[in-house]
Every structure is written in C-alpha cells, then in structure tokens.
C-alpha cells in the first residue's frame, strides 16, 4: 500500500540457508534431529532435576531454568526453518517476523544472564562453601532466575519496538532464515544509526554485565582453587565449573564472533552458518554437557532408569530419600537370587533389594522357541526376511528420491512410510537374530527401556503418517482440481514433521509410564521383545494408574488415526459411487487400494494383540501375532507399494535400465 511515496512492506521472504536442491532433505534431516534431540534432552533434564530429590540443589535449579530456555530458544527458530526447506516461497508475516525477533532477543538475554547466575552459583560454592546453603537461599535463588527474565524482558521490547516502527520499504527479502536484528535494519529505507545505536547500548549493557560476573566469580574461584594443597581437591573444585565453562565459552564465543567483530569483515552469509551453531547446534549441546560431565546428572539417571533411587554403587534410596541397603555383588550372571534363606553367595547381579523387594535390574528374553533344533532354522528364516525388509524398503526409498515422477505428495509419504519400516525392523530383528544363536539371552533394563521406546516411536508414527495419507488420497479423490494446492509441500512436510513429533510426544508418555513400575520376582520375559504386556505382567505395583494412562495414550493415537482414515474413505467412498464411468471408478479405487491393505494389515495386528478380551489373553498367540507386524509387516509394505503400483514399477524399469549397460 502506498504511504508518503513509500510502499509499506507487510511480510517478509527468508533467503533461508541455500544449498543445492539434492541437499535439502539431508539437511531437513539433520535439523530435525537437532530439533528433536533438543526437545527430549532438555525436557528430560527438566524431569530428571525435577523427580531426584538429590538434584534438588541451587546449581540444578539454575540448569533446570537453563533447559527451559533452550527449548523455547530452539523453538522460536526451528519449526520455521524446517518448513522453510521445502516450502517454495519462505514468507513470514510482519507480525510474525516481530514475535520471532521478540522471543528470539527475550531467550537470548536470559540465556546470557543465566549463566551469569550459575557463575556466582559456583563461587559461592567453591569459595565459601561453608557458608553457601545459606547464601545461597530459596529466595536469593529465585531473585537470580526472575532477575534474568525481567531483563530479557526490558531488554528485548526497548530494540525490537523500536526497530520495527521504522519504515521498511523496497526489498522485503531478509538474507536470513530467521528475523535477526541486522538483517532487518539492513532493510530500512530511513537512518538507523540510532537504533544501532540502541543496540549496542542495550544488548551491550546484558553482553558486559553477564561476561563481568562470570570473569569476576571465576577470578576468585582460580584463587580459591590454587590456593588448595591436594590436587584431588583442586581437580574436584575445578570439575564443578567445568560443564558451566563449556556452556559459557560455546554461547559467548558464537555471539561475539556475529555481534562483535568489526564491520568491515561482517558478511551476512558468514553471519547465516554461525547463527545456525547457537540457535540448533548450542540447545542441543547444553543437556549434554551437563549429563556426559557430571556424575550426579548420569547417577541420576541411572536410578531413573533402574525405576529407584539408587546409586550405582549398590546402596539404595527409599521413598523417603533414606539410603536404604543394597549388598548384591557386581557380576554378570542370569540366576534369580532366592528371597526365602537370603544366601547371596554365588549369585549374580539381576536384582537389587531395596526395602523387602527385590527389583530387577536386567531381563531375559525366552525368544520365539527354545528348542536349540529350530535356532539355525529361525535364525537363517530371519536374516532372509531382515535382508529383505532392508533392501526392499531402501529400494522404494531411493527410487522416489530419484525419479521425478514420483515426486508427489503420495510418494512423498511413501518414501517416509518405507523409512519407518526400515527402522522400525532394525529395532526388533538384530536381538532376534542375536538370541537365536546366543545362549546369553540377557538385555538389560536400560536396553529394554530402549526398545521399548524407539519401537514406539515407530508404531505410533506409523499410525499417524497412515492417517495422512489416507487424507492425501480424500484429496485426490474428492477435490482433484484443487489437489496441488491442497496437499503443498508445506502441509505435506507439516503431516510428516507432526506425525514423527506425535510419535516421539506419544513414546516418552508410554516408556516413561512402563518404567516407573517396579519389576521384581522372576526376570524372564515370554516373549521376544521388551513389549508392555509381559512387563506388566512381572510389576510388582499396583498397575490401575499406569493402565488408565496407557489407555489414554494409546487411544488417542488409534481414534484419532482411525477416525481420519475411516472418514477419508467414507468420502473417498461416495465420490467413487458418483462417478459414471466404470473405468473411472476403477482407477480411482485403484489408487487407494496399496494404502487400504497397508492399512488391514498393520491395523489388524495390532488389535489382535491389544484390544481382544482378556479371557482370551495368550503370549504364545501374542509373540505369533508380533511376529507379522514386527517383521512380516515392513517386509510387505514396500512390496504392496510396488507390485500394485504401475508408476513404480515403470521407474524400477528406468533405474535398471540406466544401471545396465545398453546392449
């Protein structure tokens, strides 16, 4: 709109990180691990502090704060930028490019003066830790966490409104793939010199007093620090600071390299790649520096996953937080220890007592037969059909990646669906094939937890991605004039990024749940894999809670996909009746009919096993059933994908003859 012989600028267009087109899904891929790696870390430091009484400390208070941070700071950048890969023009509103800059400035400043708190944290630590319960009191500690927000506050609505109430005008293009402050001054048709100016005031005044505090404190911790005689002492005060310096040198060094440096070597090009280290690669990084270089965070963690408190070194935590006792020798053999005579002599170390139960610290898995005649059988049966799976779905995978025909949204979550299924077997097959020509059947609980999650993961992704598809054929079918428009890249990536965040959301609530049962008694699981039912059946707690949570979880996940999918094809259904031609009609249920077997055969297994009454409740009809969607089923897929598939099978035909020399 033309104002003052200017044209208003009402939204922006990212230039985004450029790369070469066959690099996009590489790069999608890569940052969406980032992403989710940031998410679940940090939240899983959030909880880890939150449920371990021993953490419960000033330090972890902060760090706690400093998780959170992490996963707004990532969240302000991320979800755009994984969009922006394939989306065809990278627009973001005015308004939107105001509330990204906002949070964006809001995060970072906090960020900066919360490690300048956690500086002071250690000093009153290290220099006088006599006195350091009491300096460092709840209220103080609640100050120095609310004094950062405040700041972070002030800090970023003083420079934010007064960047945006200059007149942007020409050029809407940002050279960025978020809205950072220099590139959007760089668009402004009036004088700024006031606003950097302003800039340099505020963001320096932050910069200065949180780089001031850590130099001081870490000043008076190397005096403190030189002046003890043992070097274990040195070594150990030194230690406390050690992940805080990491943090601290990884966060300033980046922001001072993009906002300090002079003028005359700033390049906005150079500026998009460090940018891209402290708003994805920082907030991943965080959780782990904090975890891989601090026994009390892996101690923790270790007693999260063994489902008690206890310490690694075998002394136990009751409810209470009280040691309890724990005198089970640290070997490594299968036998359950028996709890009638309490002779610990020459058994092994499954179990841990705490209180009057023994808790289970590892399983063993029975596998599909125990007859050692059918092992060389199963295990040749089995590495056929794992070969098979991989190869067949990595085909289908690379083939939509290489053929332009098959670039379509359809395809799309084809190559997505096959990518599951190829991981999906790799979680179950690998121990299959171990446990069938192994005697030592033995996974351990945190090995179990693991499978059990990423097995999750898989299975409610899939859930959800079968449900989008199903909606991208409704689409097809009901709307195919609008087809292209409806289903655009950027819903197409959306449905897929929401499926795997839905999957990931969905397997940290049905692990987590599992695993706070306490598992004692008999450590051999009747199955082949760590799933929720023979577990459950070996808890030794009450397992109401845990039901009804299970309940919720995995029904919202099957009603809502069901839901989509029965309601696609109710309208798929009375479009393909209202079609005159048989031809028509044929090719058009042709195109649904792939996905509605994918459909029977996954849904199918799966409400075998969960949703049969109980009275008819077998694990020999269990591990049969699991057998058909845990191995069979990701076999199938890209087999019912190609063989009734005209357009893949034309581009297999393309790719052999391409690989193969013309005669």
């Known amino acids: 709109m033309a104002r003052e012989n200017h044209t208003r600028v009402t939204e922006f267009v990212f230039l985004g990180l450029q790369c070469h087109p066959r690099l996009r899904g590489f790069l999608f891929l890569l940052f969406l691990l980032f992403y989710l790696t940031t998410m679940m870390g940090n939240a899983g430091m959030i909880v880890l502090i939150r449920v371990d009484p021993r953490l419960h400390t000033p330090m972890y208070f902060f760090l706690s704060h400093l998780s959170f941070v992490d996963i707004c700071f990532s969240s302000v950048v991320g979800?755009?930028?994984?969009?922006?890969?394939?989306?065809?023009?990278?627009?973001?509103?005015?308004?939107?490019?105001?509330?990204?800059?906002?949070?964006?400035?809001?995060?970072?400043?906090?960020?900066?003066?919360?490690?300048?708190?956690?500086?002071?944290?250690?000093?009153?630590?290290?220099?006088?830790?006599?006195?350091?319960?009491?300096?460092?009191?709840?209220?103080?500690?609640?100050?120095?966490?609310?004094?950062?927000?405040?700041?972070?506050?002030?800090?970023?609505?003083?420079?934010?409104?007064?960047?945006?109430?200059?007149?942007?005008?020409?050029?809407?293009?940002?050279?960025?793939?978020?809205?950072?402050?220099?590139?959007?001054?760089?668009?402004?048709c009036a004088d700024v010199w006031i606003n950097k100016l302003l800039v340099f005031i505020v963001a320096g005044a932050v910069l200065i007093v949180s780089s001031l505090t850590i130099i001081i404190s870490y000043c008076h911790i190397l005096a403190a620090i030189?002046?003890?005689?043992?070097?274990?002492?040195?070594?150990?005060?030194?230690?406390?600071?050690?992940?805080?310096?990491?943090?601290?040198?990884?966060?300033?060094?980046?922001?001072?390299?993009?906002?300090?440096?002079?003028?005359?070597?700033?390049?906005?090009?150079?500026?998009?790649?460090?940018?891209?280290?402290?708003?994805?690669?920082?907030?991943?990084?965080?959780?782990?520096?904090?975890?891989?270089?601090?026994?009390?965070?892996?101690?923790?963690?270790?007693?999260?996953?063994?489902?008690?408190?206890?310490?690694?070194?075998?002394?136990?935590?009751?409810?209470?937080?009280?040691?309890?006792?724990?005198l089970v020798p640290k070997s490594h053999g299968l036998d359950v220890p028996d709890q009638d005579n309490g002779k610990r002599e020459g058994q092994k170390s499954v179990v841990m007592d705490v209180g009057n139960r023994t808790i289970l610290t590892e399983f063993i898995l029975v596998g599909i037969s125990t007859d050692p005649r059918w092992q060389k059988l199963l295990f040749g049966i089995f590495l056929i059909l794992y070969l098979a799976t991989l190869s067949g779905n990595m085909t289908l995978v690379i083939l939509i990646r290489i053929d332009s025909r098959l670039h379509t949204p359809m395809y799309f979550f084809i190559g997505n669906l096959s990518f599951l299924d190829f991981w999906y077997t790799s979680v179950y097959t690998p121990k299959i094939l171990a446990n069938?020509?192994?005697?030592?059947?033995?996974?351990?609980?945190?090995?179990?937890?693991?499978?059990?999650f990423f097995s999750c993961v898989v299975a409610y992704t899939e859930c959800y991605l079968l449900a989008a598809m199903a909606y991208d054929r409704h689409s097809a079918i009901c709307d195919p004039l609008l087809y292209s428009g409806i289903m655009s890249t950027s819903l197409c990536t959306g449905l897929v990024a929401g499926s795997y965040v839905g999957g990931c959301l969905n397997a940290v609530a049905h692990t987590a749940n599992t695993f706070r049962l306490s598992f004692c008694g008999k450590n051999v699981i009747d199955h082949f894999f760590c799933d929720a039912p023979p577990l459950v059946k070996m808890s030794c707690t009450d397992t109401r809670v845990y039901e009804k949570v299970l309940l919720g979880v995995v029904g919202f996940t099957v009603l809502s996909s069901t839901l989509t999918i029965l309601i696609s094809y109710s309208s798929i259904l009375l479009a393909i009746l209202r079609m005159r031609s048989a031809a028509g009609r044929r090719k058009a249920f042709s195109t649904c009919a792939s996905h509605l077997v994918s459909v029977m055969v996954f849904y199918g297994?799966?409400?075998?096993?969960y949703s049969r009454p109980s009275s008819t409740y077998s694990l020999e009809k269990d591990k049969v059933a699991a057998l058909f969607y845990t191995v069979i089923n990701p076999l199938l897929n890209p087999l019912i994908y190609s063989l009734r598939n005209k357009d893949v099978k034309d581009a297999f035909r393309k790719a052999a003859q391409t690989i193969r020399p013309q005669a």
């Open 79 to 188: 979800p755009k930028m994984l969009t922006d890969f394939f989306a065809e023009r990278k627009a973001i509103s005015f308004l939107g490019c105001v509330l990204q800059q906002w949070f964006f400035g809001f995060f970072v400043a906090i960020e900066c003066l919360l490690l300048a708190s956690m500086a002071y944290d250690r000093y009153v630590a290290i220099c006088n830790p006599l006195l350091y319960s009491v300096t460092m009191s709840q209220g103080l500690c609640i100050q120095l966490v609310l004094g950062p927000y405040a700041v972070g506050f002030l800090n970023t609505m003083t420079h934010t409104t007064a960047a945006f109430q200059l007149p942007f005008c020409g050029s809407n293009v940002i050279n960025h793939f978020f809205c950072d402050m220099s590139p959007i001054l760089s668009l402004v």
């Open 436 to 452: 069938c020509v192994s005697e030592d059947k033995r996974i351990s609980l945190a090995g179990c937890g693991t499978q059990l």
């Open 605 to 609: 297994s799966l409400l075998f096993m």
């Open 226 to 326: 030189l002046r003890i005689r043992s070097a274990d002492g040195r070594h150990k005060a030194f230690s406390t600071c050690s992940s805080h310096l990491t943090a601290v040198s990884i966060l300033y060094g980046t922001l001072f390299f993009i906002y300090v440096r002079p003028s005359a070597i700033s390049s906005l090009d150079l500026n998009k790649v460090v940018s891209v280290f402290y708003t994805a690669v920082i907030p991943m990084l965080n959780p782990l520096i904090y975890s891989l270089r601090n026994k009390e965070v892996k101690a923790a963690m270790g007693r999260a996953v063994a489902r008690r408190k206890f310490l690694r070194d075998g002394f136990g935590i009751d409810e209470g937080g009280k040691a309890a006792f724990s």
